[in-house]
């Protein structure tokens, strides 16, 4: 699939944001942000900047982001539902927002409690190895 500008922007935006929301950003979650980052096209001194500055950035909204399509919109919910899950510690916060996200996207929040369980309940090596975007891209 020929993923859109904007929705690479967005997807990675979104991940972005669900990184940020716990305050904390730990080695796995670089490591999963940079993998996406390359696979959508991005240059690695944005990616570094951005990584930087991410838990100060004040400018970083966080505001649901609305992708152009369902496919998409289900890949981004699975993959930042992942990165959510990476370091073993899924706040309420981080639940709401993609929950909001996929309410804009017209997927039901069934679908992010299902995939939070699942990779809550994957064994961690398997957190981390395969995304979403891979499969649509």
């Known amino acids: 699939m020929n993923i859109p500008i904007i929705d690479r922007s967005n997807y990675l935006k979104g991940l972005f944001i669900t990184a940020k929301i716990d305050k904390e950003l ?3 979650e670089k490591d999963i942000l940079k993998k996406i980052s390359d696979k959508l ?3 690695s001194d944005f990616f570094h900047e951005t990584i930087r500055s991410l838990l100060t950035n004040k400018y970083i909204i966080e505001e649901p982001i609305v992708f152009s399509n369902l496919e998409i919109a289900q890949s981004f919910i699975k993959d930042a539902v992942k990165l959510a899950c990476v370091n073993g510690l899924v706040t309420d916060a981080e639940i709401n927002w993609l929950k909001k996200t996929a309410d804009v996207n017209k997927i039901n929040s069934s679908f992010v409690e299902k995939e939070f369980k699942y990779f809550q309940d994957a064994p961690r090596s398997l957190v981390g190895s395969d995304f ?3 499969s649509i891209i």
Request: a positive charge; charged letters at 10%; glycine letters at 22%.
């Open 26 to 28: 730990t080695g796995k």
């Open 41 to 43: 096209g991005f240059a």
């Open 132 to 134: 979403a975007l891979y």
